[in-house]
């Protein structure tokens, strides 16, 4: 008896409709219904560059980032589909382009996996990726160890040698014939994660404490051990115990993020709307990142929580400048005067320095958001194949029966019928 799912490199005519009416939505690897929360497609990279860890860049594209979260109406737009609720005849013809022109966009879609640390689906983001992603985090935090030198403050980079061995443990554990030997090198492996959880979540309050440019690095080496720990469990067919453990990662993460975005959004988070920004920041963008924080907000709710900021930063600046974090802009990284005076919040450099930057902040806490969605995600996987009934291995062996069309990137695992999988996404 087949299992009741369809797995397919193309997206169904019905899911891009639902995508570009506002009916379903993409969060981290699922397209679901909006309202329901019911989980309509899981998305897998699929992907020469997501199996052998592709080369890492945490700040999304926009373009590319809202191609798929405002339901890829980026991409179809190109094509006709925003005709679509506009003139009903011939939509169905409409329609069967719309599946033409995602399976040719795909390799625009494979980008937004680099908008995140994660790629899209559990099943890929094997122990081989893993260690890659940690690695492109390793060589980020050594290029901002020479902006700390500067105000007497250093990476560790040592614990990320105790990470990496985990790794090489959990790889070499399910390389094993023996069960006893697998189980017990596994369990090795778990306990190097569990240690790498409690490292880099106090790491990551330290740097908090210091509003400091690295935290975002922290909280993604945060996700990878909790990641790499499920997914030893995983291997185990161990799913409760996967479950339980993204339960508790998903708990601190967030919390972790949360902190961050409150961070990286100033003493005055209106700013982002300067008129300087007209052409790179809108108001859609910023609402975004405060629904992440409350669902329940719109645009016209987050305009009114901004409205008195607006006035201010335009009135006087000099107090969102003095209150600026490190993660924004220091001191220390702005050249001293001609004359040696030392840069202050209050010099025209470093206010200029700070608005250059606040696009790519922008772009960075999108990013993290991006990640987060994705680790939520994982979760939907695992009930669903609890709900399925099959294995972790099998769930890993779906592939599609139509051959692999030229620079299809991602597949869809769709169920015949929506499954209702709580989370807190």
């Known amino acids: ?69 405002s339901g890829a109406n980026a991409a179809i737009s190109a094509k006709g589909f925003a005709d679509v609720n506009q003139r009903l005849g011939g939509i169905e013809n ?24 994660l790629n899209l689906g559990v099943s890929v983001i094997g122990f081989t990726i893993i260690a890659h992603r940690l690695k492109e985090i390793e060589h980020k935090l050594q290029q901002s160890q020479e902006l700390l ?29 023996n069960i006893e030997n697998r189980r017990n090198s596994a369990l090795q492996a778990i306990n190097r994660f569990l240690e790498a959880e409690h490292i880099y979540k106090d790491y990551t309050v330290n740097e908090m404490s210091h509003k400091s440019h690295v935290i975002s690095q922290y909280i993604l080496t945060l996700s990878l051990a909790y990641i790499a720990e499920a997914r030893c469990y995983l291997e185990l067919e161990e799913r ?18 949360n902190k961050y975005i409150e961070i990286m959004l100033t003493s005055n988070p209106a700013v982002y709307l300067h008129p300087q920004f007209k052409d790179q920041i809108d108001l859609r963008r910023v609402t975004k990142i405060y629904q992440w924080i409350n669902p329940n907000l719109d645009e016209n709710a987050v305009f009114d929580l901004q409205r008195e900021n607006l006035f201010k930063i335009a009135q006087d600046s000099n107090h969102w400048l003095s209150s600026l974090p490190s993660a924004i802009v220091d001191r220390g990284e702005i050249q001293w005067g001609i004359f040696g005076a030392n840069p202050t919040p209050l010099t ?35 009930q669903a194949i609890s709900q399925l009934g099959i294995s972790f291995h099998e769930w890993l062996k779906l592939t599609p029966i139509e051959n692999q069309a030229n620079g299809a990137e991602l597949m869809y695992i769709i169920p015949s019928t929506p499954l209702q999988i709580s989370l807190p996404i």
Do not use: C
């Open 1 to 69: 008896m087949g299992l009741p799912i369809t797995v397919s490199f193309m997206l169904p005519a019905w899911i891009a409709k639902g995508l570009a009416d506002g009916t379903f939505e993409r969060v981290g690897g699922v397209i679901r219904e909006v309202g329901s929360k019911r989980v309509i497609t899981w998305l897998r990279d699929f992907s020469p560059s997501a199996s052998q860890g592709m080369s890492l860049a945490l700040n999304p594209v926009n373009g590319v980032l809202n191609l798929i979260v």
């Open 348 to 382: 025209g450099r470093f206010e200029k320095e700070a608005y250059k930057r606040l696009p790519q902040i922008l772009e960075n806490i999108e990013s993290i958001i991006e990640t987060n969605h994705r680790f939520e995600s994982y979760q939907t996987e695992i």
């Open 149 to 177: 030198n500067k105000i007497n403050r250093k990476v560790d980079l040592v614990a990320y040698a105790n990470f990496h061995a985990g790794i090489e443990l959990a790889i070499n554990a399910f390389t094993m014939n």
């Open 94 to 117: 409409q329609l069967n382009n719309i599946q033409q022109t995602l399976q040719l966009t795909q390799g625009m879609l494979q980008i937004t996996t680099a908008a995140s640390v």
């Open 240 to 257: 409760e115990t996967a479950t339980r453990r993204f339960q508790e990662g998903t708990k601190i993460i967030r919390l972790l993020i």
